[in-house]
């Protein structure tokens, strides 16, 4: 009797030291689910490269480390080549700390790097090497595939959404995660309702400018820049290019251009800048022609190829009745 109370309490002890926090008093027993753990991983990935590190390659999701039991911590990040690497370093760390990460700082051997940790146990490494590469892995605390016997019932919360756009573009590429601004007007009341406009033009593509009235356009009295507190509606426009419509010379000093000339169709979608709401969608098709298709700037290659535009008329005219309208 008394050897198997002695095997009893060694069998204790052994289950108790594999889910009892480690030396850094952290738990590493399974916290999450698989899922939601791979979600919340994308989203700083994501994020991270969305706001502060445009150039930056993303890893692929891996298995980090074992865990008790069957659990697993899983990891993706970011690198950072040497032509972008050194500007990019603070920014990150910056985005770190005002997402939720207490980080610390260390400088050894050349390499300088902050580790830091969320409150929903997530970490993060972010190292600085040489001055010519940055990395960036995250972490997820222990997590468990679903149905797994006693694995974690309760879901991590979703990624946020709704969150401040640092640029007009991203408010219109990702309408599922930012908004122009939270604290943006409402889109309500007598016209005017402010709005401003951004397009998207394909790789290799150019097309001339197309101006919103002055009295339209939020942007227009601060210098180019958007003032939040005025703006009410956005407006996001694609562009796909089609058919050859031939070439087109254009009178550029001090080098006149004879450019390739596409048709092209141009997709737009206005949103709310307070709450991303679409509010409306429509179709207009290039039917400029000739040096009205010429930019005024361009920048130019071999593979430029010019779009043909709609005109402003055109816009204001589906715009109209939700720029001057009552909401």
């Not at 890893?59 to 500007?87: M, N, Q």
């Not at 969320?118 to 490494?125: I, L, P, Q």
């Not at 969150?163 to 930012?178: D, G, H, I, N, V």
Request: proline share 8%; net charge neutral; hydrophobic share 35%.
């Amino acid at each position: 009797m008394q050897s198997l109370r002695l095997a009893a309490a060694l069998l204790s002890a052994v289950v108790l030291a594999s889910c009892a926090p480690d030396g850094k008093g952290r738990d590493d027993g399974p916290k999450v689910r698989q899922e939601d753990s791979v979600t919340r991983l994308k989203a700083y990935v994501e994020r991270v490269k969305d706001e502060v590190a445009p150039q930056a390659r993303e890893s692929d999701l891996a298995e980090a480390t074992g865990c008790p039991g069957v659990g697993r911590t899983w990891a993706a990040g970011l690198a950072v080549g040497a032509e972008h690497s050194d500007p990019h370093f603070i920014p990150i760390k910056n985005w770190l700390t005002s997402n939720g990460f207490s980080v610390t700082e260390r400088t050894a051997d050349d390499v300088r790097t902050v580790t830091g940790r969320s409150m929903d146990g997530f970490t993060v490494e972010l190292n600085l090497r040489f001055i010519d590469q940055v990395d960036l892995t995250f972490t997820s605390p222990c997590s468990l595939p679903t149905g797994v016997p006693g694995g974690p019932t309760t879901p991590l919360a979703a990624p946020k959404s709704g969150l401040e756009a640092p640029s007009l573009r991203l408010a219109c590429e990702k309408p599922q995660r930012y908004v122009l601004s939270p604290s943006a007007a409402q889109f309500s009341g007598p016209g005017l309702h402010p709005i401003a406009l951004n397009r998207s033009l394909p790789p290799d593509a150019e097309a001339t400018d197309v101006a919103l009235p002055e009295k339209w356009d939020a942007a227009s009295s601060y210098n180019g820049e958007l003032d939040k507190t005025r703006i009410q509606l956005i407006i996001c426009i694609t562009a796909t290019p089609g058919a050859s419509a031939g070439r087109v010379a254009c009178d550029y000093n001090p080098r006149p251009l004879t450019l390739p000339i596409r048709e092209a169709t141009y997709q737009a979608v206005v949103r709310t800048a307070r709450t991303g709401q679409k509010v409306a969608a429509f179709v207009l098709p290039g039917t400029s022609s000739g040096q009205d298709s010429c930019p005024r700037f361009i920048n130019y290659d071999e593979q430029t190829v010019l779009l043909r535009v709609f005109t402003s008329d055109a816009l204001q005219t589906k715009l109209r009745p939700l720029v001057t309208g009552r909401r």
